[in-house]
């Protein structure tokens, strides 16, 4: 399969990501939205490690092992993120009841 | 390497601290003394003398840039604990926590200013933002602060996230993680790069702008800095923000040739008109919007955004005056604004009618307050003068866009106005200003400190000398 599939759906992907995280107003979705486009990168990244005659001139067979690695490193790193951000959201909830980042304008003034 | 392996192994010594020592005022001194450890780890990494042997496989370079850097990182926060260590035992019942929380920021400042490899950038801000979400958390009852780390964390995993798609697309069009290889593969492709790493460089700058508040992506910034804990806000602002600076100078100079003469025509995109876009428009919202402030904190938060509008200079000229200047802007910056947050702290009422008739109730405190505020605002004999005076230069050096530095002049005579306000309503203004009590260490502190900055204007020699000894 030529690599423009790949490159197109992560792309997709990651356009649905920015677009909930952008408009979505409920902190669990944001968060899950900001988790797509993590996804949407690793799929990328595959991809290309998978492929790599197809997008470089000059590359080894070797190639390509490098980016599966990233994909690890994204994992563990979005799973610390995800312990320390659900940390935020439940001690929020604990203060306001809500997760409706709505109610987040205290600051304004 | 040492920085980043004796930082990390006192974040864990800390972390046993918090159960291990009953007493919870000897967290601080012994932090102090873990950072004073780390900087000897740092400067003997600087001689030459490797406390580890460990292959990293070239996925970090450990420059006399980056390692220089991680000195003032380190100093910083060894003036930040000593002076403000005290106020973070106010919140919540593990104050060790804190401490553990600032060396794994500081490990991460260590990783960010030696990366070689896009894998480090991405490891690098992780271990320093995620720390920082729990610190601007760390008044866990306070509404404010709940909010601002939600915010802070929204949107700094969603930086993250651009980064990465960033730095997968530079991965499409080059096919390594690799910084030089990066940096050569734009040379051998003529003068155009591929359309997948231009776009990825985009991302990678965009998410960069986020992580250092270049406007138009600094929305989040005065929020942050205002919601979190005064004394975290302190090393927020400072250290954090110029790690941001040295990642993202690493990162620019991959859209330069080895030459450096044909900067604008590398990538087939006019960056540098895009950097004076950048540059303008933070500096803009930066002062201008500091100007309405009511509250100092606030006010503050909008400085440090035209403060890092001054940093991106050194991003836009790339030369070795900016390599230079960069270094001297941050102890300039750094010092001056942990000593103005160190103050802060203290006041009672954050407002600017709070300082009301600060200099006849605590002169000393009001004194060291001027100073830094001069610093801050880049006066003549203050280690801002240099500062800015660096930046400046730089742009001059590179023989285009003069218009910018006379911009940049203009931005700087606003920022004149609202630090002035403090000062008057310091010196001029009649009113009870309350403070905290005030030790007579923290005021030898505060005094030791804006000698340090008087110095460092009059010889901004003795910080740079010492880095090319």
């Known amino acids: ?109 | 390497m040492n920085a980043i392996i004796v930082s990390a192994v006192w974040g864990v010594i800390m972390m046993f601290c918090s159960f291990l020592v009953k007493n919870r005022g000897s967290y601080r001194h012994i932090a102090a003394f873990g950072l004073l450890t780390l900087l000897v780890a740092n400067i003997l990494n600087v001689k030459g003398i490797l406390l580890f042997d460990i292959d990293d496989h070239n996925m970090l370079h450990f420059s006399n840039f980056g390692l220089y850097f991680n000195s003032i990182a380190i100093f910083s926060t060894l003036v930040y604990v000593l002076l403000t260590g005290k106020e973070m035992e106010k919140y919540g019942k593990y104050a060790a926590e804190y401490f553990t929380l600032i060396f794994f920021v500081l490990c991460g400042v260590s990783v960010l200013s030696a990366y070689n490899n896009m894998l480090m950038l991405f490891i690098g801000i992780e271990i320093l933002s995620i720390p920082l979400y729990i610190l601007t958390g760390s008044d866990k009852k306070n509404l404010k602060s709940n909010e601002a780390a939600l915010k802070y964390f929204l949107m700094g995993a969603f930086s993250t996230g651009l980064m990465l798609m960033g730095i997968a697309l530079m991965y499409g069009g080059t096919g390594s993680f690799q910084l030089e290889i990066v940096r050569a593969a734009g040379k051998a492709n003529g003068t155009v790069l591929s359309f997948l790493e231009v776009t990825g460089l985009l991302f990678l700058f965009v998410s960069m702008a986020f992580k250092v508040s270049a406007a138009p992506f600094h929305f989040w910034t005065p929020d942050v800095y205002d919601g979190a804990p005064t004394v975290f806000t302190s090393f927020m602002a400072t250290v954090v923000k110029a790690a941001g600076f040295i990642a993202f100078i690493k990162l620019c100079e991959v859209r330069m040739v080895e030459t450096g003469l044909d900067i604008d025509k590398t990538f087939g995109v006019n960056w540098q008109l895009l950097f004076a876009i950048l540059i303008i428009a933070t500096l803009l919202v930066g002062n201008i919007t500091a100007v309405f402030q009511q509250s100092v904190k606030r006010m503050l938060a909008y400085s440090s955004i035209a403060q890092a509008g001054f940093m991106l200079f050194a991003l836009f000229s790339l030369n070795d005056l900016a390599k230079e200047g960069i270094l001297v802007y941050s102890v300039a910056y750094s010092l001056a604004t942990i000593g103005i947050f160190a103050v802060l702290v203290k006041m009672k009422d954050f407002t600017f009618e709070g300082f009301n008739g600060l200099a006849k109730k605590q002169p000393v405190l009001a004194a060291a307050c001027t100073i830094f505020l001069l610093s801050l605002a880049g006066i003549p004999l203050t280690a801002g003068f240099f500062a800015k005076y660096y930046m400046l230069a730089s742009v001059i050096k590179t023989g285009s866009y003069t218009w910018l530095v006379i911009i940049a002049v203009l931005f700087a005579a606003v920022s004149v106005y609202y630090y002035f306000r403090v000062i008057q309503a310091m010196y001029f203004k009649d009113g009870e200003a309350s403070t905290e009590e005030i030790t007579p260490s923290f005021k030898t502190g505060l005094v030791l400190l804006s000698a340090l900055i008087i110095l460092v204007g009059v010889m901004p020699s003795l910080v740079l000398n010492y880095f090319y000894f």
């Not at chain 1, 197109?8 to 939205?33: D, E, K, P, Q, Y």
């Open chain 1, 1 to 109: 399969m030529p690599i423009q599939y790949y490159i197109t759906l992560a792309s997709i992907l990651f356009c649905i990501g920015v677009t909930g995280a952008l408009t979505r107003r409920n902190a669990i979705i944001i968060f899950m939205c900001i988790e797509l486009m993590l996804n949407a990168v690793n799929l990328l990244l595959v991809a290309f490690s998978k492929m790599p005659f197809a997008v470089l001139p000059n590359s080894t067979a070797a190639a390509g092992t490098d980016a599966q690695l990233f994909v690890f490193f994204i994992m563990v790193v979005a799973a610390a993120e995800v312990s320390v951000g659900l940390a935020i959201i439940v001690m929020m909830y604990r203060n306001v009841h809500s997760i409706d980042v709505n109610f987040l304008n205290r600051l304004k003034n």
